[in-house]
């Protein structure tokens, strides 16, 4: 994945996050939850696309 790409996701789901936090009434509790597991998510997602976390979401099994 080029660098553009990443960029573009990161924008697209920023905006998204931006739109649910602005337009969607909801409690300041379940807001701070959203945002909080979109930013884990995209930071992990970020991790397997430079490499750093390589093994998640391929499990090997060693016989």
């Known amino acids: ?12 789901a920023g ?6 936090n ?8 379940i807001k701070s939850l959203l945002n909080g597991v979109v930013i884990i998510v995209l930071v992990i997602w970020l991790l397997q696309v430079f490499g750093v976390l390589s093994g998640i979401g391929s499990p090997r ?3």
């Open 61 to 63: 099994i060693h016989t």
């Open 22 to 29: 602005t337009y969607v009434p909801m409690q300041g509790t």
């Open 1 to 12: 994945m080029d660098l553009f790409s990443i960029i573009i996701v990161l924008v697209v």
């Open 15 to 20: 905006v998204l996050l931006w739109l649910i």
